[in-house]
């Protein structure tokens, strides 16, 4: 069993839609959670990065971190055609070594 | 913002050569650069971790003598494919952190690597 396994996909919304992406982790260790959007052929870009449980938000990203449950979640308000990318959820315990989620490929239609 | 420049984006080689991929961070000081591998609509794969001024630390199932990784500076690591085979084609990434934060990683853009 993966340490971390990601909502595989792909997901395909029309223009506006809120999207939700998900993860969960069996290593109680982990600490950091960070979600990365990569495009196509592109090295992943950091979206938000949240240590320990909550919520944060930015512009129209929202990360949720339910330690308990050992789920994260990634949500995207008002989604954009150039939403269209592969989300990476990542996880580290310490050290800056991350675990990586398989990903999952967005389609966001005009 | 952070920014981590990696070079060349692609390259095409004969197979038997080497090929040396470049990984600088411009604008911040990186003790730790990882490189990872990532095959088509797959997940990144980790092959190995770059200490700035010691041996890297290699996954398992990744040959050190046909990676090899220097990380001279603290601005620089670079990547050596060895006596490259088609079946090293594949898209090597490299990332850094800063020293404060170093969960939070920032990522070169990515190298084609093409072996014929």
């Known amino acids: 069993q993966k340490e971390v396994e990601q909502d595989p996909g792909p997901l395909s919304v029309p223009e506006g839609a809120i999207v939700s992406l998900n993860c969960t982790y069996s290593?109680?260790?982990?600490?950091?959670f960070m979600w990365y959007r990569q495009y196509s052929r592109k090295g992943p870009e950091l979206l938000m990065y949240t240590y320990s449980s909550g919520n944060k938000e930015d512009g129209r990203f929202t990360a949720q971190v339910d330690k308990s449950s050992k789920y994260i979640s990634l949500f995207i308000r008002d989604s954009q055609p150039s939403d269209s990318a592969t989300y990476l959820c990542?996880?580290?315990?310490?050290?800056?070594?991350?675990?990586f989620g398989d990903g999952t490929t967005l389609t966001v239609k005009p | 913002g952070a920014v981590v420049s990696q070079h060349p984006s692609r390259v095409i080689c004969k197979s038997g050569t080497s090929v040396k991929i470049e990984c600088r961070s411009l604008?911040?000081?990186?003790?730790?650069m990882f490189w990872y591998r990532q095959f088509p609509k797959q997940s990144l794969m980790l092959m190995a971790t770059s200490n700035e001024g010691s041996k890297a630390t290699y996954e398992q199932g990744v040959e050190k003598d046909k990676f090899l990784i220097n990380h001279a500076s603290l601005t620089l690591s670079t990547l050596t494919v060895t006596s490259a085979h088609p079946e090293d084609s594949s898209f090597y990434i490299c990332s850094a952190s800063r020293q404060e934060v170093r969960e939070k990683l920032f990522f070169g853009s990515g190298t084609q690597l093409s072996v014929l």
């Open positions: 990542a996880m580290s315990a310490n050290a800056g070594k991350s675990t």
């Open positions: 604008d911040f000081q990186a003790t730790t």
């Open positions: 290593n109680s260790a982990f600490q950091y």
